[in-house]
């Protein structure tokens, strides 16, 4: 197997598609829209690689094909990848593996370990198009050279084994992301950040310490929401997302981050016609420099508070208020559905 990051000269050529999803290729994805073989369909790209190697119609499946090649680099991309690269040697840190892709791809915790691997390999802790930030282990070994996604792929690949079960070796390049998420995971432990779960209309209300971002407090327009902490501890198949700020409450709306995905044991999260709640928010906002937008430059974000520049800023609007707005207007909806 050899490995070449995609690119429009590969467009003609037989290959397999590894965790994105190209023309003319075999896919072994979980990105929407992916024509996986049904029998090594799994949640995660990774876990869909390493049921390939295990395969026993591996030959059948792959088509003969040994080109392998990739149009994005992420954490389950490169797992991935290397899974695919590496053969039946890969299935001994299936268990490591993983739990690594999904910290990466999903925001989620299962251990210290995977997340901070997954933090060296793509710095943040959610995978997304819009993140500019790059590769910590690629950066690193480039020694300040630019790095592209396919130089990034070179870099990395040959470290993936260490990075997996040597990852306290890499620890200048975890170790602040890291911190930042087991604050907001305090936090959370601590009962300053709280998670109230409305069973009926499946929202999770989730209220965040300010002071979790920095000593200052929660900066709406340089911090990210704690993606890691709030998977861990939020439930529903919606969140409400706000952390208090001068003036009032920073918002957002998020879906699962796992969601954007087709995923096999995880259940899917039907996206919601929000519209009507935005609608009545905005209605009722007393904050004028401000509007309840519709957004989707996240992959799983629904709804922001934004300013005329698109910026997030200060809803007056209290989150008990917005929770039960968020339930009745839903519920309204979902009855005039019924009826038709």
Same mark, same amino acid.
């Given at each position: 197997?050899?490995?070449?990051?995609?690119?429009?000269?590969?467009?003609?050529?037989?290959?397999?598609?590894?965790?994105?999803?190209?023309?003319?290729?075999?896919?072994?994805?979980?990105?929407?829209?992916?024509?996986?073989?049904?029998?090594?369909?799994?949640?995660?790209?990774?876990?869909?690689?390493?049921?390939?190697?295990?395969?026993?119609?591996?030959?059948?499946?792959?088509?003969?094909?040994?080109?392998?090649?990739?149009?994005?680099?992420?954490?389950?991309?490169?797992?991935?990848?290397?899974?695919?690269?590496?053969?039946?040697?890969?299935?001994?840190?299936?268990?490591?593996?993983?739990?690594?892709?999904?910290?990466?791809?999903?925001?989620?915790?299962?251990?210290?370990?995977?997340?901070?691997?997954?933090?060296?390999?793509?710095?943040?802790?959610?995978?997304?198009?819009?993140?500019?930030?790059?590769?910590?282990?690629? +950066?690193?070994?480039?020694?300040?050279?630019?790095?592209?996604?396919?130089?990034?792929?070179?870099?990395?690949?040959?470290?993936?084994?260490?990075?997996?079960?040597?990852?306290?070796?890499?620890?200048?390049?975890?170790?602040?992301?890291?911190?930042?998420?087991?604050?907001?995971?305090?936090?959370?432990?601590?009962?300053?950040?709280?998670?109230?779960?409305?069973?009926?209309?499946?929202?999770?209300?989730?209220?965040?310490?300010?002071?979790?971002?920095?000593?200052?407090?929660?900066?709406?327009?340089?911090?990210?929401?704690?993606?890691?902490?709030?998977?861990?501890?939020?439930?529903?198949?919606?969140?409400?997302?706000?952390?208090?700020?001068?003036?009032?409450?920073?918002?957002?709306?998020?879906?699962?981050?796992?969601?954007?995905?087709?995923?096999?044991?995880?259940?899917?999260?039907?996206?919601?016609?929000?519209?009507?709640?935005?609608?009545?928010?905005?209605?009722?906002?007393?904050?004028?420099?401000?509007?309840?937008?519709?957004?989707?430059?996240?992959?799983?974000?629904?709804?922001?508070?934004?300013?005329?520049?698109?910026?997030?800023?200060?809803?007056?609007?209290?989150?008990?208020?917005?929770?039960?707005?968020?339930?009745?207007?839903? +519920?309204?909806? +979902?009855?005039?559905?019924?009826?038709?």
């Amino acid at each position: 197997m050899r490995f070449e990051f995609y690119h429009s000269g590969l467009e003609n050529i037989p290959k397999l598609s590894v965790d994105g999803t190209v023309s003319n290729s075999i896919h072994f994805s979980h990105w929407q829209g992916n024509e996986t073989p049904a029998e090594v369909k799994a949640d995660t790209s990774t876990e869909i690689a390493l049921n390939l190697i295990a395969s026993p119609n591996r030959e059948r499946l792959t088509r003969g094909i040994d080109l392998v090649t990739n149009n994005h680099f992420d954490t389950d991309g490169v797992l991935s990848v290397w899974t695919v690269l590496t053969g039946a040697k890969a299935l001994e840190l299936r268990d490591r593996l993983i739990p690594a892709a999904e910290a990466g791809d999903f925001s989620e915790f299962t251990s210290e370990a995977a997340v901070r691997a997954s933090i060296v390999i793509q710095g943040s802790d959610q995978a997304s198009p819009n993140d500019e930030g790059g590769s910590p282990l690629a +950066a690193y070994l480039a020694k300040g050279e630019v790095v592209d996604d396919a130089r990034a792929y070179e870099l990395v690949l040959p470290e993936v084994e260490r990075v997996i079960t040597q990852t306290n070796d890499y620890e200048q390049l975890w170790r602040g992301p890291w911190q930042r998420i087991a604050a907001a995971i305090d936090s959370f432990e601590r009962g300053s950040s709280t998670v109230q779960e409305f069973k009926e209309s499946k929202l999770s209300l989730v209220v965040l310490a300010p002071e979790i971002f920095c000593a200052s407090g929660f900066n709406p327009t340089r911090h990210a929401a704690p993606y890691t902490a709030i998977s861990h501890y939020a439930h529903g198949e919606i969140y409400l997302i706000t952390t208090p700020i001068a003036d009032g409450w920073s918002y957002r709306i998020d879906y699962p981050y796992y969601s954007w995905a087709e995923t096999i044991v995880r259940p899917p999260i039907a996206r919601r016609d929000l519209a009507p709640l935005l609608s009545r928010l905005n209605e009722l906002e007393s904050n004028r420099q401000g509007r309840w937008k519709a957004d989707s430059t996240e992959m799983t974000s629904a709804v922001k508070f934004l300013d005329g520049a698109g910026r997030p800023c200060a809803s007056r609007l209290f989150p008990e208020r917005v929770a039960d707005l968020f339930q009745a207007t839903l +519920a309204s909806t +979902a009855a005039v559905a019924a009826s038709r």
